[in-house]
C-alpha cells in the first residue's frame, strides 16, 4: 500500500471542506459551490457613511448618512512577489434606507436617476493602490421610489452581469496585501410627478472594517497573473458588517511518507469587524471530504475500491486574539466506509447525518487593534480496503491562508 501510494503522489489531489452557513440557515457545503483550489469567493455587507450634499445649493452639506455597501468578487488566497491579480466576478450595490424614500414620496418625488461616479477599490501594499471600477460613470434612469421600500443601486445594474476582471493590480515582494473598499461617489436627481427635481450627491467612506480579504505574499517570483473565472456565486444576503465566503486554500499533506497536493476550503459567515470588549465566531458550520473525480478514477486503478477512517483536526491560528490556537474539528469526525465509483467525486458528509458546529469565540488581545484568523494544520487517520488506519498530516500553508482580518472597534 506503501508503494502504491507513493507512486500516485503526483496524480493525487483532494479536497477537505469546512462550510460555515448563515446563522439559523445552516446547510451542507454543495460541491459545485466551491471556488477552485487557491481562490476566494465571498459576499460583503459593509456599513458606510455618506456625506450628503445639495449642488444646486453650492454644495452645502445636509447629512451624514449612515448606509451599506453590499459587495461580491473572487479574487486569489495567497500571492507570489511581483505577481499580477485580479479580482473578477465583481458586483455591488448600495442601499438607502427606507425613511428616506418615505421622505421623498412625502414631497411627491417619484423617481430617481442616479450617477455612479466612483466606487473605489484598494489594493493596500500593492500596486496601484486603488482603482474605481466605474472609471466611466453609470448613469441608471428612472429608478422608482417606493415608499416603505429601501432604495437599491445595483452595479452593474444587469441583475445576472459582472464588472469585467478589476486590475491587474501587483503584489510587492513581501508582507500581505488587502483588497478593500474605499470610497463611493453616487449623484442622485429625485423627479417628482409634477415635473419639479433635485439634486443631491453622496460621497461615501467605510465606517468600521473595510477589508475584503488579505492574502500573504511569499513563495517563488514570476508566477503567472491570476484570474478565476466561472466560479460559483451563490451567496444569500447577509447583515451589514458581515460577511460569507469560501476560501479553497492550497495545503501538502503527507500520507504513509507521501506527499500528497491538497485543498482544504473554508467557508465563513463571520463579522467584519470586533468590539474591544465584543467576540468573533464561525457559527453552524458544516462541511464535506471531497476526491475529485479523476483521483477516484487514479485510486481505483492501483486497486483501492474503498476509503473510510477520521478527520481529527482543523487548526485555526488567531493573532491579536485568543485563543491562539483552535481545533474547529473538536473530537473529530467519522470518515465511514464508502465505496468509490468511477467517474465520480467522493463525497463525505462533515460532521455526518446534517449537523453542524460553532468555531470560536475568539476574543481581541489586550491592546490590539486587530483579530487575525489564519489556516493552521491539519490531520486525520485513513484506512484504504480496510487496512490498517495510517495518520495524513498537513502543513501550515506557505505563504499563510488568511481567513479574516478583523480591526477590533471602540
Known amino acids: 500500500m506503501r508503494r502504491t501510494l507513493t507512486a500516485l503522489t503526483a496524480a493525487v489531489s483532494g479536497t477537505v471542506v469546512l462550510t460555515l452557513a448563515v446563522q439559523g440557515s445552516a446547510v451542507a457545503l454543495k460541491p459545485a459551490e466551491l471556488p477552485p483550489i487557491g481562490a476566494d ?12 450634499t445639495m449642488p444646486d445649493l453650492g454644495g452645502v452639506k445636509v447629512l451624514d448618512l449612515p448606509l451599506n455597501v453590499d459587495i461580491q468578487g473572487v479574487a486569489p488566497t495567497q500571492l507570489g512577489p511581483g505577481q499580477q491579480f485580479f479580482l473578477t466576478q465583481g458586483s455591488g450595490s448600495m442601499t438607502f434606507p427606507r425613511w428616506l424614500t418615505d421622505f421623498g414620496a412625502t414631497f411627491g418625488f417619484t423617481k430617481v436617476d442616479a ?9 493596500a501594499n500593492a500596486s496601484p493602490a486603488q482603482i474605481n471600477i466605474t472609471e466611466k460613470p453609470i ?12 432604495l437599491t443601486v445595483r452595479l452593474p445594474v444587469d441583475q445576472t452581469a459582472t464588472f469585467p476582471d478589476i486590475g491587474p493590480f501587483t503584489a ?5 496585501v488587502t483588497l478593500q473598499f474605499n470610497s463611493a461617489s453616487v449623484m442622485i436627481n429625485l423627479k417628482a410627478s409634477w415635473g419639479f427635481t433635485m439634486k443631491v450627491k453622496a460621497d461615501c467612506k467605510p ?13 517563488p517570483a514570476g508566477l503567472p497573473p491570476l484570474a478565476y473565472h466561472n466560479v460559483p456565486m451563490n451567496f444569500p444576503p447577509i447583515p451589514v458588517n458581515n460577511q460569507i465566503g469560501i476560501i479553497n486554500s492550497p495545503y501538502r499533506c503527507t500520507v504513509l511518507d507521501a506527499p500528497f497536493d491538497v485543498g482544504i476550503a473554508v467557508g465563513a459567515f463571520t463579522p467584519l469587524s470586533v468590539t474591544r470588549t465584543g467576540s468573533i465566531e464561525f457559527t453552524e458550520s458544516s462541511g464535506a471530504l471531497i476526491i475529485p473525480a479523476a483521483t477516484v478514477d487514479k485510486l481505483l486503478k492501483a486497486g483501492i475500491t474503498k476509503a473510510s477512517g477520521r478527520v481529527k483536526e482543523l487548526n485555526l491560528v488567531a493573532e491579536g486574539g485568543s485563543p491562539k490556537i483552535s481545533n474547529v474539528l473538536g473530537d473529530g469526525f467519522p470518515i ?7 467517474g465520480q467525486d467522493l463525497v463525505v458528509e462533515l460532521p455526518p447525518n ?22 493552521g494544520t491539519a490531520s486525520a487517520e485513513l484506512s484504504f480496503n480496510g487496512a490498517a488506519p495510517t495518520s495524513a498530516t498537513c502543513a ?3 505563504p499563510e491562508v488568511i481567513l479574516l482580518d478583523a480591526p477590533v472597534t471602540g
Open 396 to 398: 501550515v500553508p506557505s
Open 41 to 52: 469567493s465571498g459576499r460583503f455587507n459593509l456599513p458606510i457613511t455618506c456625506a450628503i
Open 139 to 150: 448613469a441608471i434612469k428612472d429608478i422608482k421610489l417606493e415608499q416603505g421600500k429601501e
Open 336 to 342: 465511514p466506509e464508502t465505496t468509490l465509483v468511477q
Open 207 to 219: 465606517v468600521a472594517g473595510n477589508a475584503l480579504l488579505s492574502m500573504a505574499v511569499g513563495g
Open 115 to 123: 450617477v455612479v461616479n466612483q466606487m473605489n477599490i484598494g489594493a
Open 172 to 176: 510587492p515582494d513581501s508582507g500581505i
Open 354 to 375: 446534517g449537523a453542524t458546529l460553532t468555531a470560536g469565540p475568539w476574543t481581541p488581545d489586550a491592546g490590539s487593534n486587530h483579530v487575525k484568523i489564519s489556516l
